[in-house]
């Protein structure tokens, strides 16, 4: 690693509570967006800093991480996801300073996000928040199983993201503030690619096996809750500062589409109590139909205006970056 790449990543994680300087993570930027730029060494110091027992510069070295994770290019997070562990700061505790506190606490919440975000470019094998959108994106063209698999892997990563769980009045410093940016950026794009995810999960409900809808099910009560959580996010977000023209109004999904799922549920458990044995099954089963009210509802207007919404605020923040 170049001199001056070594100088912006010690720039960058300085022990002034303020955010990591803009200057400074543009020169790391422009490094590893370089050709055949090793961003293993760049890697290195940043984990290493990590290592600090100073609040100020371990939570710096986290929000340098994730700005290169959210504006680099591929190459720094599939290398980081490469590594057998990331960050192991599941006990760090700064108590030199009547603030290091609290602020430890949302250090491990943030390294187990940056963690989970991590793991799950190596699950998926890649970054989920950069993946294409719209009919022909991945999340709208996965296959059931592949759909199952991806949705329950960014439900751990959007947990994790949500767990951050800061108030306004602890967004107190430049740090705080920059590594909340971070995570409200990604959580637009964690969200959309969640609800194309879901819209897949639904066009595909009614041809799946009964242990498929029972996981689908699942999923799909797990995204409603999850909804509502990040409506309060993206509250806590317009009073921290975060411009509002940025921040998207999503409404709740309509429970009459959770009970339409529930009760095809039921009806193919119903069945299944009710089939004789497996060899006179073929001679008479009938193909089940799709149900008019879901497959209404799944293309209805409220998802397509969460996700028209979130389109908007993602391709703007993309075109900023």
């Known amino acids: 690693m170049g001199s001056s790449a070594c100088k912006a990543a010690l720039g960058a994680t300085s022990d002034e509570p303020t955010e990591p300087e803009p200057k400074h993570l543009a020169n790391l930027i422009q490094y590893i967006n370089g050709t055949n730029m090793s961003v293993e060494r760049l890697a290195d110091v940043l984990s290493e800093k990590t290592g600090s027992r100073s ?7 986290l929000v340098t991480v994730h700005h290169l994770m959210v504006h680099g290019n591929e190459r720094f997070i599939q290398h980081l996801a490469s590594r057998n562990s990331l960050f192991t700061l599941h006990n760090f505790l700064d108590k030199s300073v009547i603030e290091g506190y609290t602020m430890s606490t949302f250090i491990r919440r943030y390294s187990r996000y940056l963690n989970e975000k991590s793991l799950a470019c190596r699950l998926i094998a ?8 719209g009919m022909d994106g991945m999340m709208r063209t996965l296959d059931t199983k592949q759909l199952l698999n991806t949705l329950l892997v960014i439900q751990i990563q959007f947990d994790a993201l949500l767990n951050f769980n800061a108030n306004p009045d602890e967004v107190t410093n430049g740090v705080m503030h920059a590594a909340f940016t971070l995570l409200f950026k990604d959580s637009l794009r964690l969200f959309a690619a969640y609800n194309e995810g879901i ?4 066009d595909k409900f009614f041809g799946m096996t009964k242990n498929q809808c029972k996981e689908s099910l699942d999923i799909y009560i797990k995204f409603l809750e999850r909804t509502t959580k990040m409506a309060h996010f993206l509250k806590v977000a317009e009073q921290v500062g975060i411009d509002q023209n940025d921040i998207p109004y999503l409404t709740q ?3 009459s589409l959770l009970e339409a799922l529930k009760q095809h549920l039921a009806s193919l458990e119903e069945k299944e109590d009710s089939l004789p044995p497996y060899s006179l099954q073929h001679a008479w089963i009938p193909s089940i139909p799709n149900n008019p009210v879901v497959k209404t509802s799944a293309s209805g207007s409220w998802f397509t205006g969460n996700i028209t919404r979130l389109y908007d605020d993602v391709s703007n923040d993309q075109g900023q970056d």
Do not use: G, H, S
């Open 126 to 133: 890649l970054d989920i928040t950069k993946t294409k959108r």
């Open 253 to 255: 999904a309509p429970y």
């Open 55 to 61: 609040w100020v510069v371990v939570f710096k070295a």
């Open 199 to 202: 819209l897949n999960l639904l």
